[in-house]
């Protein structure tokens, strides 16, 4: 396959950015996107030009790393596909394809296509954890948990942090990456006792950060590569609701 | 002389007399140690600094635990989050032994797997700990909100892996590692809210500083800006994971590196059985030279899916055009008591043994078909997605093909490594103040690694054992004096870094990193992989020198130091690689038997199993650097098997 690729190259931060065009030819349909990339880079390096930085590691779907939005799509055009995943045999031969960073208030430019994402640690460390100090812990039976809340937990807890929801969002919003760990969380007996503390602390965090606000546009469950389902969203926003009641009370 | 022939003179050095296990019954070693161990006053850890490079399982709950007893924590890892951890990758599950099922399992018999499984070359006091400790992981994990797979009574499920006859394995569906290391994540994060650990992601150990004989600090460079900066501490702890991206395409992240390991061992840690590695047997075979990794299919798939290749050489018909009796269960048939569950070495060993035979089977005839058509009959489609749903996905939409309805096709590939920094039982290198957790160390699997014992591994040392040990050095060290970034010692060691990245940058070559780690990585897989031989290992030894020249003479790195820079980090961590090779290659080529993972061609039974010489080899290998280029000394530590008898490991 040959391809037309146009890149957004930032030097940082502080640098205006710009598309670039690039060519590539010889690509196999077997390759990933990320493989494809690979090629550009050995391509520039040989030429002696900078490299095309992006964020990568398991290239598995798991690790959250890789980040691009291909044609305007978080984590380009097959479904619940990450980048990494996503092989050349969804493009045609010829095609030109455009690659941007995550773009979103919260999220800025490192370099090229890479973005900061630290805000989401943030999140997680303003309540997304259940306290329990290594060493403390009841024996794994003592409460069975009903699978169907185990299962919901799960489905939850599949969120690998990628940020695709907070990119593919008109708002900018984290709240389905935010409700995914509340969901997970707060669906377990364990986490009941920090229920209302997490949302709240969480929530709080995650307009500190700069994340817009949710107007359920739906954007984000689309783009999720783990499927993690928008009614996560309502059922953090009832939980908030509740917990703010209670502390009203 | 060539330079090859005098790295191989290495020289003995003294034996390791003691790796500090108590004395005593084996089950009671780890208490007794425990009650040994001074303490350090719960007033007084708020001053005392602890390093931890590294958030994967063993890192994150290293860190978190530590924090949480008071400690100071100062964390580092590569990538953006500490949440991408390698070991956010691991699938299949994690052993303990609850014996939730009834079926007859207990500590003794997770004991006696772990010590068998790694063919008797293993400490049986860790082993031991390890698995008492693998009960309380569980209930660990549970707490902090990990949802493992249940039952519809709401109980826990359990599935069985390689190697044992007992279902001991906790999952959370194909996710297992994900989900571990997201409970560790959270309860740093929870510790770096509370200013217990100061946590530094994008920043990447580069050398060790050793003060007086003791680890004291770290250089590290922010990968962001290119900084070259100095940490210091009462003590260092490497979780920086294995080292099998040496041979380019593996199971392991991209980034995953040998670096941290490295570099210690050049200040004086100690290596333990660099040749041990390990080659998973269940990977989807490679496309094509642009391969960048390689993908696991978890072994939990074997509970199921049945291993086969046609009975005839060059059959090329589609799979399912292959009458059942011109089909061969090779794994069923040589081994029918462990079936397709037999360890991960012995199922690599087969499945390379009939491609070689010429009965492979996909593009290159380097696969062998994993087929599932008798579980979809046995249990229905529905079962089979609830177990193995998303690694089905994930294949499918790696080869474009749905296992389904065709076998997956699958081959080895190289995964873990069960060699890493000598340490002693209380998890501490050489190096007084160095301590080494999870895959970075050598320490729990011998010479092959059981499935799911990675995790439990990982996870035992950083909740449990290196919290109780690394105390006890703290309150033995209590009153150290204070490091700065002027001590010639962090001078020296900043100096080197930055000398070696500015003779990287300034080679100005044509060749790209990634050219030069295809290269040594093809090299390795050829001739240090699944079997080795003399001829080859000499040849491997040769060639090494030879492309760590080439390196420093062709090398091309665009851009500066002083800036986010990749192919920098990539071009540096190679400089390691090709150290390590070398180390590999010679650990291998001294082990004239076979055990485990590391296999020669020239010790074998007559049925082509490996062969151990236990009077001649049973032994920890322990490595100590001596230079670059320059022979190795070779400390032995002799293994003594009080509980488990060694025998010829049998899984007929
Ligand atoms: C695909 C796959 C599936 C697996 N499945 C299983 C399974 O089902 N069960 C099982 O038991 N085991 C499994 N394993 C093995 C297991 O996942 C690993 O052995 C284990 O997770 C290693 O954990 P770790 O904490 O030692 O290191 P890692 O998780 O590799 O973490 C290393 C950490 O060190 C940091 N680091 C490294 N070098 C530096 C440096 N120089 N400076 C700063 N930071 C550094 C990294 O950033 C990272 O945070 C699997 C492995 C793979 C590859
Ligand atoms: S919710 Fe989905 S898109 Fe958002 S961070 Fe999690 S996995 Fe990524
Ligand atoms: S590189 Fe890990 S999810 Fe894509």
Redesign the interface.
Known sequence: MKLTLRIWRQE?ASQPGRMQPYEVDGI?R???F??ML??LN?Q???A????V?F???????????CSLMIDGQAHGP?K??TTC?L?M?SFRDGATIDVEPWRAAAFPV??DL?V???A??RV???G??????????????AA????PA?DL??EN??C??CGACVAACPNGSASLFTAAKVN??NT?P??APERETRVIGMLAQMDAEGFGGCTLTGECATACPKGIPLASIATMNKEWLRAQRKATR | MTAFSEYTAYTEGDPIADAKAPSGAVQERWDTRRFEAKLVNPANRRRRKVIVVGTGLAGA?AG??LA?AGYHVVQFCF??????A?S??AQGGINAA?N?RNDGDSVHRLFYDTVKGGDFRSRESNVHRLAQISV?I???C????V??????????DTRSFGGVQVSRTFY??G?TG??LL?GA???M??Q??AGGIELH?RTEMLDLIVVDGQARGIVARDL?TGAIDTHFADAVVLASGGYGNVYYLSTN???SNATAIWRAHRKGAYFGNPCYTQIHPTCIPR??D????L??MSESLRNDGRIWVPKAKGDSRSPEAIPEDERDYYLERQYPSFGNLVPRDIASRAAKNVCDEGRGVGPGGQGVYLDFGDAIKRLGRKAVEEKYGNLF??YE??T?EDPYRVPMRIYPAVHYTMGGLWVDYDLQTTIPGLFAVGEANFSDHGANRLGASALMQGLADG??VL?ATISDYLARTAGAEPVTAEHPAAVEAVRQTEERLAAILAVDG?R?P??FHREIGELMWELCGMARDESGLRKALARIPEIREEFWARI????TGE??N??LEKANRLVDYFELAELMCLDALHRTESCGGHFRVESQTPDGEAARKDEEFSYVAAWEYTGLGEPPVLHKEQLDFEYVHPAQRSYT
């Open positions: 940082n196999s077997d390759m990933s990320l493989e690979d090629v050995e520039l390096i040989l002696g030009q900078d490299p930085a964020d990568h590691d398991c290239r598995e779907g798991i690790c959250g790393a097959q619940k596909t995943q092989h045999r490192v370099k890479v900061d994402r630290s989401m640690d997680i460390q303003a997304g954890y259940i306290t329990a100090p290594t060493g403390a812990a009841p024996e794994a039976h069975p948990i009903p699978k185990a937990a799960f807890a599949e690998i942090g997970h969380l377990l364990q986490g | 709950s978190a635990t949480e990538q953006d989050s500490p949440r991408r390698h956010i990758a609850k939730y309380e569980i209930d660990q549970v707490a902090q909100g949802p493992f797979a249940r039952e519809y009574g709401g109980l826990l959370a569906r996710q994900q989900q997201l994540y959270q309860a994060m929870r770096v809210a992601p962001l992240a991209m980034n496309t094509g642009h391969q960048s990794k993908t696991l996905e994930m939409r790696i474009d909740y449990f919290p044509d790209t990634d050219s091309k790195v665009p851009g800036e986010f990749q192919s």
